[in-house]
């Protein structure tokens, strides 16, 4: 996986707040390209955008689908467990909304992340912004729950980390298949969630799902 981070400080050990600047590293968004292309494409498949309601279609096109490859940057905050705090912290229900990779239709859901602190405890609001980080581009859920995962292990040092993601994908609810309602399940375990079956037991409970 290429780097996807732009790191603009390194981060300190854990005796004090640190932060570390998060940002997506793209080639660029060109929106008058992006334009053309969906008018061309809109026009490929017979829909004609001469109307007064379709003839901003393009833009508006490339607009929405830059804003869904566009995650917000945001600075990552952790703190030192000056306490020792070693029982599990979890984010429940962090809103999802991604795209899938094979057929550029969205997929919405949820995601459930938590850890098991070390020496550091992250700023909550950062959970969900990590879950944005990577679902904001071309994605396929299987990898995205993965490198949610992988990115707090690296960055955050826990003793464990865990990360469940419910998905309705309209690739298959509103074409081929047609399942509509049906949901894809992904998690992600390492560490002790992994290794220790009563904390795997603790973190699917209190996700909700079923171990």
Same mark, same amino acid.
């Given at each position: 996986?290429?780097?996807?981070?732009?790191?603009?400080?390194?981060?300190?050990?854990?005796?004090?707040?640190?932060?570390?600047?998060?940002?997506?590293?793209?080639?660029?968004?060109?929106?008058?390209?992006?334009?053309?292309?969906?008018?061309?494409?809109?026009?490929?498949?017979?829909?004609?955008?001469?109307?007064?309601?379709?003839?901003?279609?393009?833009?508006?096109?490339?607009?929405?689908?830059?804003?869904?490859?566009?995650?917000?940057?945001?600075?990552?905050?952790?703190?030192?467990?000056?306490?020792?705090? @070693? #029982?599990?912290?979890?984010?429940?229900?962090?809103? *999802?909304?991604?795209?899938? %990779? /094979?057929?550029?239709?969205?997929?919405? &859901?949820?995601?459930?992340?938590?850890?098991?602190?070390?020496?550091?405890?992250?700023?909550?609001?950062?959970?969900?912004?990590?879950?944005?980080?990577?679902?904001?581009?071309?994605?396929?859920?299987?990898?995205?729950?993965?490198?949610?995962?992988?990115?707090? @292990? #690296?960055?955050?040092?826990?003793?464990?980390?865990? *990360?469940?993601?419910?998905? %309705? /994908?309209?690739?298959?609810?509103?074409? &081929?298949?047609?399942?509509?309602?049906?949901?894809?399940?992904?998690?992600?375990?390492?560490?002790?969630?992994?290794?220790?079956?009563?904390?795997?037991?603790?973190?699917?409970?209190?996700?909700?799902?079923?171990?």
């Amino acid at each position: 996986m290429s780097t996807l981070l732009d790191t603009t400080a390194e981060e300190p050990e854990l005796t004090t707040v640190s932060r570390l600047r998060v940002s997506h590293q793209s080639e660029g968004i060109d929106l008058d390209e992006a334009e053309r292309a969906a008018a061309a494409f809109l026009s490929a498949l017979g829909v004609a955008t001469d109307s007064a309601s379709l003839k901003d279609t393009p833009k508006r096109m490339a607009h929405a689908y830059a804003e869904m490859f566009s995650p917000r940057p945001f600075d990552l905050t952790t703190f030192p467990n000056d306490e020792g705090y @070693d #029982e599990l912290v979890l984010a429940r229900r962090i809103p *999802v909304r991604s795209v899938c %990779e /094979h057929h550029l239709l969205p997929f919405v &859901g949820i995601a459930h992340v938590g850890y098991l602190p070390g020496k550091g405890i992250l700023g909550l609001s950062k959970l969900a912004r990590v879950v944005e980080h990577f679902s904001c581009r071309p994605q396929v859920q299987e990898r995205l729950t993965k490198q949610i995962a992988d990115w707090l @292990d #690296e960055h955050l040092e826990p003793k464990g980390v865990g *990360v469940v993601i419910e998905a %309705e /994908h309209t690739c298959m609810s509103l074409r &081929g298949v047609r399942a509509v309602g049906s949901n894809t399940v992904t998690s992600t375990l390492l560490g002790t969630l992994r290794k220790d079956a009563r904390s795997r037991q603790e973190f699917f409970a209190l996700t909700g799902m079923n171990p």
